[in-house]
């Protein structure tokens, strides 16, 4: 799997699933989304907390514009 670690700065809840942006070191930001079931736990990503992010090679998608 592909990682990376970053900071949630945003959150949108988008009923059964949230999109989460995570700010890189980099300065890039990646958007992910987490079943809103998760949101239940009391370890659920809230925002400005420090966060890895990880993907399979293969799901990865570049938006360039």
Same mark, same amino acid.
């Given at each position: 799997?592909?990682?990376a670690?970053?900071?949630?700065?945003?959150i949108a809840?988008?009923?059964?699933?949230?999109l989460?942006? +995570?700010r890189?070191?980099?300065?890039k930001? /990646? &958007?992910?989304n987490?079943?809103?079931?998760?949101?239940m736990?009391?370890?659920a990503?809230?925002?400005?907390?420090?966060?890895? +992010?990880?993907?399979?090679p293969?799901s990865? /998608? &570049?938006l360039?514009?």
């Amino acid at each position: 799997h592909n990682w990376a670690r970053g900071v949630v700065t945003d959150i949108a809840y988008m009923g059964s699933y949230s999109l989460y942006h +995570v700010r890189l070191p980099s300065g890039k930001t /990646v &958007v992910s989304n987490l079943s809103s079931s998760h949101l239940m736990n009391d370890n659920a990503p809230a925002w400005n907390d420090d966060v890895f +992010v990880s993907w399979s090679p293969a799901s990865g /998608v &570049v938006l360039t514009q």
